[in-house]
């Protein structure tokens, strides 16, 4: 799946949520562009946090459903790969998958403009919006700033 925007912009958490409990509930495995395969695993999720920063600070985009972001329509990119036998679905459940999420989202319309838009995906079963990321951030910048006015003091006395 590909979660992205221009310029680092992400689409609604909400959107990204829905289509994975789809992709849960028509049996479809779903990966995470960028991401490492072990979900349960630290590393792992740090290496696939630190994977899709780096791709969204590159602000390049690799799917053309992130080209909508700037006309306020959020969409996320779904792609297959191999063949049907390997990963058993068909047609079928393409087309089930795409009638859900059309359904859903149709459902779900009124609700968008609660959900979070700034947040990081470390795998696809998690994301840390942006609350939670900004105050150790914050607390980091004070921190400088003091060391910054402390040594400023020193010079001046």
């Known amino acids: 799946m590909y979660v992205e925007a221009i310029n680092g912009q992400l689409p609604d958490i909400d959107l990204v949520v829905l289509v994975r409990q789809i992709c849960r509930q028509e049996r479809i495995e779903l990966l995470l562009r960028n991401a490492p395969h072990d979900i349960g695993d630290f ?3 740090l290496l696939g946090l630190h994977a899709n920063m780096a791709w969204q600070a590159a602000g390049r985009v690799s799917f053309p459903s992130a080209l909508y972001h700037p006309y306020n329509i959020h969409a996320v990119g779904v792609q297959t790969e191999g063949t049907a036998r390997r990963n058993r679905f068909s047609w079928q459940h393409i087309g089930r998958f795409t009638e859900s999420v059309l359904r859903s989202v149709n459902n779900l319309e009124e609700q968008f403009h609660t959900a979070y ?6 795998c696809i079963q ?6 939670v990321y900004m105050i150790p951030c914050g ?3 004070a921190s400088s700033a003091a060391k910054v006015l402390s040594l ?4 001046w006395n």
């Open 126 to 131: 998690r994301f840390v919006c942006l609350s």
């Open 43 to 45: 590393t792992g999720n």
């Open 152 to 155: 400023w003091f020193k010079m």
């Open 139 to 141: 607390l980091l910048l």
């Open 117 to 122: 838009y700034f947040y990081l995906m470390p």
